[in-house]
T-cell receptor
Framework: EDQVTQSPEALRLQEGESSSLNCSYTVSGLRGLFWYRQDPGKGPEFLFTLYSAGEEKEKERLKATLTKKESFLHITAPKPEDSATYLC?????????????FGPGTSLSVIP | DTGVSQDPRHKITKRGQNVTFRCDPISEHNRLYWYRQTLGQGPEFLTYFQNEAQLEKSRLLSDRFSAERPKGSFSTLEIQRTEQGDSAMYLC?????????????FGSGTRLTVV
């Protein structure tokens, strides 16, 4: 069964303290891996799509990387406004193009 | 266009009652998705539409759940005979083309509480 896990479950950082979030996936074939940000009481907001191992995408203080079994979301010098839940999701080759499986998320708190 | 709109934002209902939620997607988006999210979990796929056609339904979507998208515009999700286990955030998203390639645009959700 296709599965997505994320670690840690929660992460507390001081402002400016860089770190990484992990997303591990088990699918028979990966069509794409996605990162979303979700603020409390809101729907997820799309950040990145990664398609193949070795690919990297950047946006402001965030950089997403992909290997054959996992993805990392690196946060450089985070600010309090980066506090949110970060969701990883995958689309497997054997599923329809429109079915995406989400992980449980990592809740990030950045303390001033 | 201000994004994906969902109504109501919150709904409290008694067990056994029927509820209906509405989603207005971004107007030029042809794909519309319903997801359900419980506390501490990621969204779970329920169903999706391409224009007015409902193309896939999750096994999570029991026969008490029905979704429609008349004329390929707004969509409704109805839950009949609600149960306490239906309490969750119901999220709607839309996309232009394959959601994976372009990213989904989510609404802010409808939080359902069944008492």
């Amino acid at each position: 069964e296709d599965q997505v896990t994320q670690s840690p479950e929660a992460l507390r950082l001081q402002e400016g303290e860089s770190s990484s979030l992990n997303c591990s996936y088990t699918v028979s074939g990966l069509r794409g891996l996605f990162w979303y940000r979700q603020d409390p009481g809101k729907g997820p907001e799309f950040l990145f799509t990664l398609y193949s191992a070795g690919e990297e995408k950047e946006k402001e203080r965030l950089k997403a990387t992909l290997t054959k079994k996992e993805s990392f979301l690196h946060i450089t010098a985070p600010k309090p406004e980066d506090s949110a839940t970060y969701l990883c999701a995958v689309q497997a080759e054997e599923t329809s193009y429109d079915k995406v499986i989400f992980g449980p998320g990592t809740s990030l708190s950045v303390i001033p | 266009d201000t994004g994906v709109s969902q109504d109501p934002r919150h709904k409290i209902t008694k067990r056994g009652q029927n509820v209906t939620f509405r989603c207005d997607p971004i107007s030029e988006h042809n794909r519309l998705y319903w997801y359900r999210q419980t506390l501490g979990q990621g969204p779970e796929f329920l169903t999706y539409f391409q224009n007015e056609a409902q193309l896939e339904k999750s096994r999570l979507l029991s026969d008490r759940f029905s979704a429609e998208r008349p004329k390929g515009s707004f969509s409704t999700l109805e839950i009949q005979r609600t149960e306490q286990g239906d309490s969750a955030m119901y999220l709607c998203a839309s996309s232009l083309g394959h959601g994976a390639n372009y990213g989904y645009t989510f609404g802010s959700g409808t939080r359902l509480t069944v008492v």
